[in-house]
């Protein structure tokens, strides 16, 4: 005695997402596949030639198989980002500029260290100009 569901077969496709006459005609491929359907009855309810009939079941079949190879584990990579060039130019130059400002910066530092009134003097003489 055999246990558990019966196989629910072309009954399966109710429940999918599509229109009614593309779940018609899986179901009909799929009851001649079973064996409760010839091809030549489904291509009958269907109004198509046998020909046709078989070339809509094997790019069906072929459709189906291709769903079924197996795929990349995990998510899929992130995509990377692009740059282009202008944006690299630009912060190229804004890099350039930083680092200007940065050395002008240590320079005065150590000026301020080794003489201390040179930039006071000079910062009072901008004020008499302004």
Same mark, same amino acid.
């Given at each position: 005695m055999a246990r558990g569901r019966r196989? #629910?077969?072309a009954g399966l496709v109710d429940?999918?997402?599509?229109?009614p006459e593309a779940k018609r005609r899986m179901k009909l491929a799929?009851?001649?596949?079973?064996?409760k359907r010839t091809v030549l009855e489904?291509?009958?309810?269907?109004?198509? #030639?046998?020909?046709?009939?078989?070339?809509?079941?094997i790019q069906w079949l072929q459709? #189906?198989?291709?769903?079924?190879?197996?795929?990349?584990r995990g998510r899929p990579p992130k995509a990377k980002e692009t740059?282009?060039?202008?944006?690299?130019?630009?912060?190229?130059?804004?890099?350039?500029?930083?680092?200007?400002?940065?050395?002008?910066?240590a320079v005065r530092e150590e000026i301020a260290v080794a003489m201390p009134g040179v930039l006071e003097r000079a910062r009072e003489d901008e004020k008499k100009t302004r």
């Open positions: 196989p #629910s077969g429940g999918l997402e599509g229109s799929l009851e001649t596949l079973e064996g489904a291509c009958q309810m269907l109004g198509i #030639s046998e020909a046709a009939f078989h070339k809509f079941r459709y #189906s198989l291709g769903g079924l190879e197996p795929k990349r740059v282009d060039s202008e944006e690299v130019r630009e912060l190229r130059e804004e890099i350039a500029a930083l680092r200007k400002a940065a050395r002008i910066a």
